[in-house]
Every structure is written in C-alpha cells, then in structure tokens.
C-alpha cells in the first residue's frame, strides 16, 4: 500500500487508558511466562499499530502540507492528549520490571529494553513535571526565534537554511555577505538568546538536584540513555580527539588556506569553501538523484535492493521542496507498515545526495529490523544509529561520479575531509555543555569566554576576528542541540569514529566491509551500543587505538589525494 492510500484513523485516548489499564492488570495477574507474554505481545502490537503509527502518520502528513487544517488539528489533539497517557505507560513498565517472570524476558527478548526502562524510570519523578513543561516552554521559544529569522541580504529577506546556499558561495563577497548578515542578525538578538540558555541551564540543574545528583550531568546523560559509557569514558574520547584529530583536522584546513590562498587560521566564513570553483553539487533534477539512488542500492546488495525498491514502490518518502511543505527532513517508522518513511526538502546541494545515503542508512536499519520484538529495539541508542547513516554514505562513495558527475573527485575529497574535521567540532559542543552544567552560575558572558576558550584547543585553524557573533566566538548559540537536546552531540563524533573504520575497510574489500556492516545492523538495537561494536568486529571509539587508527588512515589518504586540475 502506498502512503497516501493508508485509511488514518485518530487514536482513541479514552479507549486507549482502558486498553493500557487492563492490560497491565492483565500482566500483574499472570499466572505463567506464556501467560505474561500474550499480554506483553498483546500490549507491543495495540501501541505500535493503533497508536504510534496512528499518530507518526498524522505527523507526516502535517509535515507534508503544514497548510492542511484537518491533520494540524489532529497535531494539536495528540499534543494535548497524549501526555494523559504517560502514567499509564510508567505503570506498564513498572509492572514490568517488577514481573517474576522478568528473567524470562530477558531470556527470549534480550536485556537491553529493561536496563533501557530502568533508567528511563530513574530519570522521572512527578515533581518534574512543572520544570519539564517549561523546559519545553523554552525550547519553544528557541525554536521559534530561530525560525522567525528574517535576513536581510542583497536586496531580499531569507530565512536561516534559505541563506545557507549563498554561506557556501564560491564568490568571496557573496559568501561573506552572507555570513555577516547572518552574524548580525543573531548579534541582534543576542540578549534574548543569552537568557533562553541562561533560564534552561538553571532549570535543568535543579532538575539533577531534584533526583540527588550533584548537576545535571547525570540526568542528561540519563536522558540520552547512555547506557554503556560515561562520563569518564567521554573525557578519554575527548583527550583521543584532540590528540590524534585535531592535528589532521589542522593539516586539512592548512591545505585549504594554501589551496585557496587565504590567511590561515581561517575565518569561519572562509573554511567552510573548500575549492575555488566551489563544493561538489549534485548533478540531475531530484528525480534523477532519486533514480540514481536505486542503482545504489541495487548494485550495492541483494538485502538494500529489497529495501530500496519497497520504498520506492510504496511511496515512503517524501523528498521535494513544495510550498506549504514543513521545514527539515528526518526517517521514521510506521510499525503497522512495517516501514519506514523518509521526510526531507531537497534544495539542489550536496544535502540531496545525504537524503538518498544518509536518511536512507537510518532507513535501511528499521526496514531490517522491522520484525524485531519489543519494537523499542529495532533501533539502538542515538549513537549506534549514526553509524548506521554515516556509515551508509561511505558504501555510496563508488557511485559519486552518478551523483556528482564531474564533482565526484572533490566529493568524495571532501566527504572524507569533513568527517575528520566535524568530530573536534562536534566535540567541542559536547564538552562545553560539561562545563556550562558544571558551573550553572556562570554569567552569559562567562559562557561566552568557555567556549572562546575550548575553541582554541579544539578548532586552532579559526581565527576570531571580531566579526559579528561567529568572529566573535559566540557561534555555539547556533547549534541547536545545546539548548534543545542537551549531551546529543557526542553521539555523532563516536558514530563518525565507527564510520571511518568502514571507510578504510570498504577500500580495502567492499563486499568484507558490507559484511560487517550487515553484522552491526542486523542486530538492531538488541545489545547496548559498545556491544553491537564488540558482535560486529569494530573497534570502540573509547579505545584510543580507534581514534589514532582512523585518523593515521585518513590523513595518509588525503595527503597523497589527487586534487591536480581541480581548482
Ligand atoms: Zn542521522
């Protein structure tokens, strides 16, 4: 069935707490394994079917024209009704974790949903609940702020993602015009943005305090599920970072000021260009790059053929830019379906390719586990599925000359390039939100000076040269994730630290790396993230021997690259 052929039928709430109660009943009572396990198979298949794609299935549609009055209503409804069901869910998963028969579900289902429960049960308290309404309150109003940007540039107003084609101009004057409008526009709304973070940092720390930690530290880390490293193991990954990778990050932008004959250390509106004659765009209307993507994927493999081809058969993306479409891209799943569904806004750069490898890698992961048992597992922790899309860009890098045409050189240059040069970015955003969490009383201005400080270390190949907000060094308050998400970052840093090694592997035997890409991803999320790594033959990114492996590798790689005749 295709996705626009599928009946919606709004969830019942009432309906559902009687469901929910007496099914929790039901599992309380249970006499036996067998018997608990029809009520807990009764419960998995009544939540993914009638209300989670119920509900994703309104989203999208919203999402896909934001004007429709119909499913809008339906996203106010589920926003407004949904939390009622939240008690129900909590009294599920404490009946749950407190069943006798919670060894034999560990036996047949694996152990990763109750240690997952566990500390998704210590991390809430009903005394949260007003501090959690107005986290959300201002992370709205966050969100709000940065869309409602309107940016003066050249003679006409454009939003934040419509200006980020012209930051990365290869015409010097248009490029930096660009990131100064921008600069100023958040330079303009500077104060506001300081006491939006200013507000969440001291909220989220009496919210740590609320549940007996020392900060907040330890409740995000909750959050984010974390539920295979820590703290500890985070600051060696840091320390491997900016021993082995900021230094070939550094060598990378060297070559590029040379490349380019700008001044090194770079401004922040010179080192995102990579070549004179511009980054590698994309050849081919979105249809073509869609059309590209199924050969891919069926000369990839027999198991992303199948993937590719029912996505495609079913209808379960939507990828076009149209007016009154919603902003952003993101895949998701519809259990009853079993399917995935991809949601994106082509916009004619290299982003379009990442829908078709990187999206489509989340995809592909879900549509393989889509019969897994209990759902919550089909996919891992946030980390563990990054690597599943991040890896999948580098399995696409034979086909660049389809996607890039004569780009292909300089993507697939600067595809590598990039990974490298994004973890000690990526990582910097994570170690200052240790200090700001740390330190809650800081004044804006002092967060400000850690992150100018943290900069130096982590990002030595920009110069701040006192240009409005990013040469300023306050560009961390663009980075959506440390007000909305807090600790998400460092997921992606160990994720792209999984990736390189598919990297070197795929150059060396494909069909070998594929392999053990299947070996990670078939497990779904049926093991915590260090042991999906350990089950496939990866390395650990907290192993330092991974970090100075991947980063050997690629600098090796990209000084004997041959860039000859590409300007
Ligand atoms: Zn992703």
Redesign the pocket.
């Known amino acids: 069935m295709k996705f626009s052929e599928i009946a919606y039928k709004r969830v019942d709430v009432e309906a559902a707490k009687t469901k929910i109660k007496a099914l929790t009943e039901q599992l309380e009572k249970a006499e036996s394994f067998a018997a608990a396990d029809k009520v807990f198979l009764e419960f998995e298949t009544f939540c993914d079917n009638e209300i989670s794609t119920m509900r994703t299935i309104a989203q999208i549609r919203r999402d896909i024209d934001t004007r429709d009055p119909f499913y809008d209503g339906e996203i106010s409804f589920y926003n407004q009704e949904m939390p009622k069901l939240r008690p129900l869910f909590k009294a599920w998963t404490d009946t749950l974790l407190k069943s006798p028969f919670r060894k034999e579900f560990e036996e047949k289902y694996g152990n990763v949903s109750f240690i997952n429960a566990e500390i998704s049960a210590r991390s809430f308290v009903p005394e949260l609940v007003e501090d959690l309404q107005k986290e959300n309150e201002l992370v709205t109003r966050y969100t709000k702020l940065i869309a409602s940007a309107e940016i003066p540039f050249n003679g006409e107003t454009y939003t934040l993602s419509q200006l980020s084609p012209f930051k990365l101009s290869p015409d010097d004057e248009t490029r930096r015009g660009a990131w100064l409008a921008e600069g100023e526009w958040y330079v303009s709304h500077q104060a506001e943005l300081d006491e939006i973070y200013d507000s969440l940092t001291k909220l989220r720390d009496s919210m740590g305090k609320k549940l007996g930690h020392k900060s907040y530290t330890p409740l995000g880390y909750d959050r984010m599920e974390r539920n295979c490293y820590t703290e500890k193991d985070v600051e060696g990954f840091r320390e491997g970072v900016r021993k082995y990778l900021v230094p070939v990050a550094t060598e990378i932008y060297k070559a590029q000021a040379k490349r380019l004959g700008f001044e090194y250390p770079l401004t922040f509106a010179d080192k995102d260009l990579a070549f004179r004659s511009g980054n590698p765009r994309p050849v081919g209307t979105p249809q073509d790059i869609l059309n590209m993507g199924t050969t891919f994927y069926s000369e990839l493999s027999a198991e992303t053929k199948e993937f590719w081809a029912h996505m495609r058969e079913h209808e379960m993306m939507d990828v076009e830019s149209r007016p009154g479409k919603s902003a952003g891209g993101y895949c998701t799943g519809l259990p009853l379906l079993k399917s995935p569904f991809i949601f994106a806004n082509f916009n004619g750069t290299a982003h379009d390719v990442e829908v078709i490898t ?1 999206e489509a890698g ?1 995809a592909f992961a879900s549509y393989v586990n889509r019969d897994r048992i209990p759902s919550d597992i089909q996919w891992p922790s946030l980390e563990g ?2 690597v599943h ?1 991040m890896s999948m860009e580098f399995f696409a890098e034979p086909w660049a000359e389809g996607f890039f045409g004569d780009d292909a050189r300089k993507f697939r240059y600067t595809h590598l390039a990039s990974a490298i040069t994004f973890i000690p970015y990526g990582t910097l955003v994570d170690h200052f939100q240790h200090k700001v969490y740390e330190k809650p009383e800081m004044t804006p201005e002092e967060r400000h000076a850690v992150w100018q400080e943290l900069l130096k270390v982590y990002m030595p190949w920009v110069k701040l040269d006192g240009s409005p907000f990013y040469g300023e060094g306050k560009n961390w308050q663009r980075q959506s994730h440390i007000y909305k998400n807090p600790f998400y970052y460092i997921d992606y840093c160990l994720a792209q630290s999984v990736a390189l090694q598919f990297w070197a592997r795929i150059r060396e035997d494909r069909n070998a790396a594929f392999e053990t890409y299947m070996a990670y991803t078939r497990l779904g999320g049926s093991r915590v993230f260090t042991d999906l790594l350990k089950a496939a033959g990866l390395k650990n990114p907290f192993d330092p021997e991974c970090l100075k492996q991947v980063s050997e590798e690629a600098a090796a790689f990209l000084a004997e690259y041959d860039l000859s005749g590409i300007e």
Do not use: L, M
Request: one cysteine or more; a negative charge.
């Open positions: 990187h989340h599925c990054e899309s």
